[in-house]
């Protein structure tokens, strides 16, 4: 009887202490702690921007590039990811209109190929939610009608419901096939600086 006594007493304090460290906020094993499975980031247009510059042998060129739309899609938990986010190749400006007509007549040939569009595949890194993130985003850059691999550096800040996002990198458009718009008096650099400013919603996660 008294061993009886005993077992039903250990076994409410170990109940009891149980309570108490669940109070206490200490972690329990019993509880595990997981990634939401799915983060769709919805670009908002109006308040995202491309950047682009163009060193040449006369001057500097800096210019814009206005988006469409976008939605990315991440998963955390395996680092996989989708969707587009989709730039407007004929809003393309550098403030000088001669310029600029060459551009998109004879370079990006934007009346054919309207669009510039990245659609990501993989993300490396660990991303915080909520919080700050610095993640490589690799993908399937297309340009000019033609598909190219490219690995993008994200600066990225996920709020509760809204998400920004920036990013530097270069395309090499000439080596991609690209028309050249030098002449024999105006040397051009074969690669353009890129330089992109997200903005967007945050989605709730996809439940399980």
């Known amino acids: 009887m008294l061993g009886h006594g005993l077992t039903r007493v250990s076994s409410a304090a170990a109940l009891t202490l149980m309570a108490l460290l669940a109070l206490a906020g200490l972690p329990q094993h019993a509880v595990p702690q997981t990634a939401p499975r799915e983060l769709v980031l919805v670009l908002d247009p109006a308040a995202s921007k491309v950047h682009w510059t163009l060193d040449s042998s006369l001057h500097t060129v800096h210019g814009t590039f206005a988006f469409k739309n976008g939605a990315l899609h991440v998963y955390p938990g395996t680092g996989k990811a989708g969707g587009e986010i989709i730039a407007d190749a004929a809003s393309g400006n550098s403030g000088n209109d001669s310029r600029d007509k060459k551009m998109h007549k004879e370079v990006l040939e934007s009346g054919r190929y309207g669009e510039v ?92």
């Open 117 to 208: 569009v990245f659609r990501p595949d993989r993300v490396a890194g660990t991303i915080a939610t909520p919080g700050t993130s610095a993640v490589q985003v690799h993908g399937t850059f297309v340009l000019h009608g033609s598909e190219h691999e490219l690995t993008v550096p994200v600066q990225a800040e996920l709020g509760t419901d809204h998400w920004t996002g920036s990013s530097k990198f270069d395309v090499p458009f000439i080596d991609w096939g690209l028309k050249n718009p030098g002449n024999f008096f105006l040397k051009v650099n074969h690669r353009v600086n890129i330089e992109l400013e997200l903005k967007g919603r945050l989605e709730s996660p996809v439940a399980p």
